[in-house]
Nanobody
Framework: QLQLVESGGGLVQPGGSLSLSCTAS?????????IGWFRQAPGKEREAVSC???????KYSESVRGRFTTRRDNAKNTVYLEMNSLNPEDTGTYYC????????????????WGQGIQVTVSS
């Protein structure tokens, strides 16, 4: 079974930037999976942030469009979420998720999930 691991989280000041990475454990290739990013703040429902298809086409939520960028590097078997102009409302636990399909699913349903990583935006 595919296992995903997030890295790169931490504390950043408002207006700053942070880059998250999503990698696969074992011998699975992420170039066969559509990869989504999600986040959840304490006491709030988990929300979709972005998705990237096998051919690199992307989708973003309105709250992060223009500030966040997701990309994939197949040679490194890694998917990134680059976050800029961060504000305290971006604070939460961030998850990457995968589905063995070529495109971002319209229902945003994913089969495999990482354990999550903390991102805190505070001065």
């Amino acid at each position: 079974q595919l296992q995903l691991v997030e890295s790169g989280g931490g504390l950043v000041q408002p207006g700053g930037s942070l880059s998250l990475s999503c990698t696969a454990s074992g011998f699975f290739n992420l170039d066969q999976y559509a990869i989504g990013w999600f986040r959840q703040a304490p006491g709030k429902e988990r929300e979709a942030v972005s998705c990237i298809s096998l051919n690199g086409r992307t989708k973003y939520s309105e709250s992060v469009r223009g500030r966040f960028t997701t990309r994939r590097d197949n040679a490194k078997n890694t998917v990134y979420l680059e976050m800029n102009s961060l504000n305290p409302e971006d604070t939460g636990t961030y998850y990457c998720a995968g589905r063995h399909i070529s495109y971002c699913p319209h229902d945003f349903q994913f089969s495999h999930w990482g354990q999550g990583i903390q991102v805190t935006v505070s001065s």
